[in-house]
């Protein structure tokens, strides 16, 4: 995980309205109102999170006073006329605040305008009824009329079951007005909070732009107990948690209920989709700041839930079984001692165009080379990483996220290998798996979406290679990377940093302006893997990067790249702040001068960029 500068800095809400004591569903303590308020609603000695009401969120969340109820008298429907049901409905209404289990309305958060909803838990385990429906998707169409963003708090157990199928369409009248707002490019965050579960996840909770959530969250379709009767197997400890949600792609990121504030309201500023707006504006009066640094987005520490799992029995068999089916499949990487030294042996012995290609593929291969994290640091203000493919899991090759360069909101995109052994296990060197290029397809097409231009920053070997990565569709995902980019409608940026290596690199490097570092290499394969296809011998590998010319130099004069970005020295790793700032500068640059062509321009340009590749300077093109 990588730290973010904070881009926008509001002031902090309270609580109000909370009980002089609080005790904790967890463990049982009885903590005064103070300690809660100071721990944004938490049990200050296990961490277990309150669960809030909407009056409470609003406090927490809105800027102060500028909350308005929307649609109050709104209520569902008895389409059933199932027994008590009324007598119950009109209890709770007498007991709470709310008539319904959604409150609804508008307001600011850090000065900017939103559409909000807030589910109440308390109320019927906010049950998605008619009324429920009804309120949320008028929500949205008000929202759509008026050109706002929408943040809907999400809490639920499901339908309502006493409303029946009626309920259950409400699925499908949500989903309707969401997909009404998306359609007038308007921005949806959807924040998860627990539990959120049912026909709510089924629908608008996981529709969202962008889908976040609070720690710990109870996350899912069809209950716990439900699932292990169905499978006949015990489930892992974190099953259908938020924590188990990012680890499989389903959601961009935890944010601990202290951060929500600041990072909806960058979320805001970073999807505003006025071309025309100006963000610098939006936050003027707010303000940046430099301060405390983060690790993507911010979450709760881990010993809240460590603490809860020590207590609890577990068959340890199971847990590794359970552990090894939801783990991603991994390939060891086999270093051939053998193999190196033929090939050291083979560049020691000349002195020619070979040697010094090689020299090259040495330099670029470096382990203390610097990797993407270190040029996003000095490119990006305000990095929010987002996680996932939304449908398997989140790829740790593939770091992406939103963020600000000189003011402008933008996507980037890396392919991040690693510093040191353990990261490298952990980002898996950098080589994507079918989950890691569907994320860039998402995240490209939601820049698409709120005309934010995209960066790539490109360093991988190629895209992982192994049996699991071929069943989950390696190929078909780098072919959507491909035309995704082609047809993409917002500037493209891509820069080679070290290695670009096949298919798993161009799936990232289809851009207006491509560029590679002095000493980065990009080839069609590795020159082991040239020698040994083309030779049947690994060991010429230095005479296959002669052939191959994998340099910087000779994709400039295919007209492959624009632009070589000097190296000083030896090379980047000999000084990696001036390399990092160097990138900086050429990124910035061609942000400035693509964002002001017409898009169709642009598109014909990228077009016609690919096209004349591989044509003879002098060919003749006419063909009558």
Not at 283 to 293: I, K
Not at 573 to 593: C, F, G, K, N, T
């Amino acid at each position: 995980m990588f730290p973010r500068k904070k881009y926008i800095e509001i002031s902090p809400a309270q609580f109000t309205d909370l009980p002089d004591y609080f005790k904790c569903a967890n463990c049982g303590y009885m903590a005064p109102k103070d300690e809660v308020v100071e721990g944004y609603g938490t049990c200050p000695r296990c961490g277990t999170y309150i669960r809030l009401g909407p009056t409470r969120r609003v406090t927490l969340i809105m800027d102060k006073d500028s909350f308005t109820e929307w649609d109050a008298d709104v209520l569902g429907i008895d389409p059933l006329e199932f027994p008590e049901y009324q007598d119950k409905l009109a209890k709770l209404r007498d007991e709470r605040p709310s008539d319904e289990a959604v409150l609804c309305g508008t307001g600011t958060i850090g000065g900017q305008p939103v559409a909000v909803a807030f589910m109440d838990p308390r109320f019927m385990m906010a049950s998605m009824g008619s009324g429920v429906g009804e309120r949320l998707s008028r929500l949205f169409d008000r929202a759509t009329a008026e050109k706002l963003p929408v943040v809907v708090f999400c809490a639920s157990g499901g339908a309502r079951m006493q409303e029946g199928l009626v309920s259950l369409m409400q699925m499908a009248k949500v989903s309707c007005a969401v997909q009404r707002h998306d359609e007038a490019g308007l921005f949806y965050l959807s924040v998860i909070t627990d539990p959120t579960t049912g026909g709510v996840t089924a629908s608008f909770a996981m529709q969202g732009d962008v889908i976040i959530s609070e720690p710990e969250a109870l996350i899912g379709f069809a209950g716990r107990r439900v699932v292990e009767g169905t499978v006949g197997e015990s489930l892992p400890d974190d099953f259908q948690t938020a924590e188990f949600a990012l680890k499989h792609g389903l959601i961009d990121g935890i944010v601990a209920r202290e951060d929500l504030r600041d990072v909806i309201s960058e979320m805001i500023a970073l999807h505003a989709r006025d071309e025309e707006e100006d963000v610098d504006a939006i936050v003027s009066g707010v303000g940046r700041r430099e301060g405390r640094r983060t690790s993507d987005f911010l979450r709760r520490s881990a010993s809240r839930s460590e603490d809860k799992q020590r207590g609890r029995k577990r068959d340890r068999h199971q847990k590794k079984a359970t552990d090894e089916k939801y783990a991603p499949a991994q390939t060891p990487q086999v270093v051939d001692k053998n193999l190196e030294r033929r090939i050291a042996r083979q560049a020691a012995a000349h002195d020619d165009e070979n040697t010094r290609a090689w020299d090259i593929v040495t330099l670029a291969r470096r382990t203390d080379r610097p990797t993407a994290h270190l040029y996003l640091e000095a490119l990006v203000d305000g990095f929010l990483q987002m996680h996932g493919d939304r449908c398997y899991a989140d790829d740790a090759a593939i770091v992406a996220g939103l963020g600000f360069i000189d003011g402008m909101p933008v996507t980037v995109i890396t392919q991040e290998k690693g510093t040191n052994t353990a990261e490298r296990v952990e980002h898996n060197f950098g080589c994507a798996h079918p989950e890691g290029y569907r994320k860039v397809v998402r995240l490209a097409r939601q820049a698409e979406k709120f005309g934010r231009p995209v960066v790539c920053l490109v360093d991988t070997q190629g895209a992982h290679c192994d049996a699991a990565s071929e069943e989950r569709g390696q190929g078909t995902a780098i072919a959507e990377c491909l035309e995704t980019f082609a047809g993409l409608k917002t500037p493209v940026v891509s820069v080679i940093l070290s290695e670009g290596g096949s298919g798993g690199a161009l799936a990232m490097a289809l851009g207006d302006r491509v560029a590679m570092m002095q000493n980065a290499i990009y080839s069609i394969l590795s020159p082991e893997g040239f020698a040994s296809i083309l030779w049947k011998d690994a060991g010429r590998a230095v005479e296959a990067a002669g052939a191959m010319r994998p340099t910087a130099d000779a994709a400039l004069e295919f007209g492959i790249i624009d632009a070589i970005i000097p190296e000083e020295g030896e090379g980047a790793h000999e000084h990696p702040d001036e390399a990092a700032a160097a990138v900086a500068d050429y990124v910035r640059s061609q942000l400035a001068e693509l964002r002001d062509i017409p898009i169709d321009e642009l598109l014909a340009q990228r077009q016609e960029r690919y096209a004349r590749i591989g044509i003879a300077a002098d060919a003749d093109t006419d063909t009558d």
